[in-house]
T-cell receptor, first 115, second 116 residues
Framework: AQKVTQAQTEISVVEKEDVTLDCVYE???????LFWYKQPPSGELVFLIR??????QNEISGRYSWNFQKSTSSFNFTITASQVVDSAVYFC????????????FGTGTRLQVFP | AAGVIQSPRHLIKEKRETATLKCYPI?????VYWYQQGPGQDPQFLIS???????DKGSIPDRFSAQQFSDYHSELNMSSLELGDSALYFC???????????????FGPGTRLTVT
């Protein structure tokens, strides 16, 4: 069965601290896709990154970086030098291409960055 | 760049009433998804359409129906509304190349439905 686990319900940091959001997934398929979405207080869901199961290269985009490890079924997200504007709920999601592209979301991690 | 458009943005209905939510995907996107997000919860998949045909169905109540039209916009129809239907309803769109690739889903701003 497909499942995404975000064990951290809420994280609070002070500006400029680095913070890592954990994501662990379960799937029986060999072909799958992992995503991170940001949901700021305004409510919209903002796409951050998509990773397919064949690409384990880590990715860096500005202050954001992602670490994908198939051996541990994890797809962690790190924000370097956090800013107040990073405060949001972050969702990790999984889709399996075999049947459908529907997204299975984790329960989300609420990040609060204090000045 | 054009984004997914949802209307209305806010909707207040009474129990047992009917609601229709509309979604206009990003131009050239051929796949539309509907998700429901209850307060403090993660988005839950309801239903999806590819090229105007239903492609998958999640935990969508029988009181809800949806379709995708020839111009690719989609409508989610909700009847006999219940208090528990109060939620944020997202529409997302993506492009299916038909080559076994899963493209990212871009979400609209959502429609906040309140049932009183």
């Amino acid at each position: 069965a497909q499942k995404v686990t975000q064990a951290q319900t809420e994280i609070s940091v002070v500006e400029k601290e680095d913070v890592t959001l954990d994501c662990v997934y379960e799937t029986r398929d060999t072909t799958y896709y992992l995503f991170w979405y940001k949901q700021p207080p305004s409510g919209e869901l903002v796409f951050l990154i998509r990773r397919n199961s064949f690409d384990e290269q880590n990715e860096i985009s500005g202050r954001y970086s992602w670490n994908f490890q198939k051996s541990t079924s994890s797809f962690n997200f790190t924000i370097t030098a956090s800013q107040v504007v990073d405060s949001a709920v972050y969702f990790c999601a999984l889709s399996e291409r075999y049947n459908t592209d529907k997204l299975i979301f984790g329960t989300g991690t609420r990040l609060q960055v204090f000045p | 760049a054009a984004g997914v458009i949802q209307s209305p943005r806010h909707l207040i209905k009474e129990k047992r009433e009917t609601a229709t939510l509309k979604c206009y995907p990003i131009p050239r996107h051929d796949t539309v998804y509907w998700y429901q997000q209850g307060p403090g919860q993660d988005p839950q998949f309801l239903i999806s359409f590819y090229e105007k045909m239903q492609s998958d169905k999640g935990s969508i109540p029988d009181r809800f129906s949806a379709q995708q039209f020839s111009d690719y916009h989609s409508e989610l129809n909700m009847s006999s509304l219940e208090l528990g239907d109060s939620a944020l309803y997202f529409c997302a769109s993506s492009f299916d190349s038909g080559q076994g690739l899963s493209y990212e889903q871009y979400f609209g701003p959502g429609t906040r439905l309140t049932v009183t």
